[in-house]
C-alpha cells in the first residue's frame, strides 16, 4: 500500500514537472525569437486584411466597415432611403466602396515593409502591450505612407462617378456651417481616411483572433511566441 502511495506520488511529481518543462513564457524565448515570431503574425494579419478587403464587396458587403455617408450627410440620406428616394445615395455609397477596394491592394507592400523594419525593442513593447498593440504600430509607422497612395486611386474611382461632384458640393457647404469636418468635405478624403479605418480594423481583428487563439497563427514560431503570452 506504502509502495503504491509512493508510485503515485512520484508520478504526479513527473507530471508536474513535464507539465513546467513545456509551458514556455515569454522570458524563456530569444529576443530574436520572439520578434520573428511576432512578425510572422503580423505579416499573416496584413495579408489577409488586405486580401479580404481588396475584392469585390470586400468593403460594401462587410457591416463592420461599409463606408457610408457621413454624419449630418448620412442622416439626410436615411431620411431620403425612407421617402423612396435612395437610389442615388445606394449608388453613391457603391461607389465610395468599391474606390475603397480598388485602393487597398497598394497598402501590403508599405504594410510588410514596416513589418520588416520592426526593431527588438518595438517587438517587446508590442508583446507585452495590448489586444491591438501589434495593429497600433503598424498604423503609426505606414498610415501616411498609405494615404498617399491611397487617395489618387480614391479620386480617380470617384471621379468617374457623376455624383462624386454632388457629394462635393453638398458637402462643402455643410462644412462651412459646421455639419462636418475637413476630411468629409471631399469625397476622396473622406473614402480614403474610411479605408484607412477599415484596413486597420481588420488587422486588429486578426491580430486579436490570434492573441486569443494562437493555433490560427500560420507559422509554428508565431505560435510559439503567442503561446507564450
Same mark, same amino acid.
Given at each position: 500500500?506504502?509502495?503504491?502511495? &509512493?508510485?503515485?506520488?512520484?508520478?504526479?511529481?513527473?507530471?508536474? &514537472?513535464? /507539465?513546467? /518543462?513545456?509551458?514556455?513564457?515569454?522570458?524563456?524565448?530569444?529576443?530574436r525569437d520572439a520578434s520573428s515570431g511576432l512578425k510572422d503574425?503580423?505579416?499573416?494579419? /496584413?495579408? #489577409?486584411? #488586405?486580401?479580404?478587403?481588396?475584392?469585390?464587396?470586400?468593403?460594401?458587403?462587410n457591416p463592420d466597415v461599409r463606408i457610408e455617408l457621413p454624419g449630418k450627410l448620412g442622416?439626410?440620406?436615411?431620411?431620403?432611403?425612407?421617402?423612396?428616394?435612395? %437610389?442615388? #445615395?445606394?449608388?453613391? %455609397?457603391?461607389?465610395?466602396n468599391k474606390a475603397a477596394e480598388a485602393a487597398v491592394p497598394q497598402a501590403q507592400a508599405i504594410l510588410l515593409d514596416a513589418v520588416k523594419k520592426?526593431?527588438?525593442?518595438?517587438?517587446?513593447?508590442?508583446?507585452?502591450?495590448?489586444?491591438?498593440?501589434?495593429?497600433?504600430?503598424?498604423?503609426?509607422?505606414s498610415r501616411e505612407q498609405i494615404r498617399a497612395k491611397f487617395l489618387p486611386i480614391v479620386k480617380q474611382a470617384t471621379d468617374q462617378v457623376g455624383l462624386a461632384k454632388q457629394y462635393n458640393n453638398f458637402a462643402g457647404q455643410a462644412m462651412a456651417l459646421g455639419v462636418v469636418d475637413a476630411k468629409s468635405a471631399s469625397i476622396e478624403n473622406y473614402v480614403t %481616411?474610411?479605408? &484607412?479605418?477599415?484596413?486597420? %480594423?481588420?488587422?486588429?481583428?486578426?491580430e486579436q483572433s490570434i492573441r486569443q487563439n494562437p493555433a490560427q497563427a500560420a507559422t509554428s514560431l508565431a505560435k510559439k511566441v503567442f503561446g507564450a503570452l
Amino acid at each position: 500500500m506504502i509502495r503504491t502511495s &509512493l508510485r503515485l506520488t512520484t508520478l504526479c511529481a513527473g507530471l508536474l &514537472l513535464s /507539465a513546467s /518543462a513545456l509551458a514556455l513564457s515569454l522570458g524563456d524565448l530569444s529576443q530574436r525569437d520572439a520578434s520573428s515570431g511576432l512578425k510572422d503574425a503580423l505579416s499573416q494579419g /496584413a495579408q #489577409v486584411a #488586405v486580401k479580404q478587403l481588396g475584392t469585390p464587396g470586400g468593403f460594401n458587403d462587410n457591416p463592420d466597415v461599409r463606408i457610408e455617408l457621413p454624419g449630418k450627410l448620412g442622416k439626410a440620406a436615411k431620411a431620403m432611403k425612407m421617402f423612396g428616394k435612395g %437610389e442615388q #445615395v445606394d449608388a453613391l %455609397e457603391a461607389s465610395m466602396n468599391k474606390a475603397a477596394e480598388a485602393a487597398v491592394p497598394q497598402a501590403q507592400a508599405i504594410l510588410l515593409d514596416a513589418v520588416k523594419k520592426m526593431s527588438v525593442a518595438d517587438a517587446k513593447g508590442i508583446l507585452s502591450g495590448g489586444q491591438d498593440s501589434a495593429t497600433q504600430y503598424l498604423d503609426k509607422t505606414s498610415r501616411e505612407q498609405i494615404r498617399a497612395k491611397f487617395l489618387p486611386i480614391v479620386k480617380q474611382a470617384t471621379d468617374q462617378v457623376g455624383l462624386a461632384k454632388q457629394y462635393n458640393n453638398f458637402a462643402g457647404q455643410a462644412m462651412a456651417l459646421g455639419v462636418v469636418d475637413a476630411k468629409s468635405a471631399s469625397i476622396e478624403n473622406y473614402v480614403t %481616411e474610411q479605408a &484607412l479605418d477599415g484596413l486597420f %480594423e481588420i488587422i486588429a481583428k486578426q491580430e486579436q483572433s490570434i492573441r486569443q487563439n494562437p493555433a490560427q497563427a500560420a507559422t509554428s514560431l508565431a505560435k510559439k511566441v503567442f503561446g507564450a503570452l
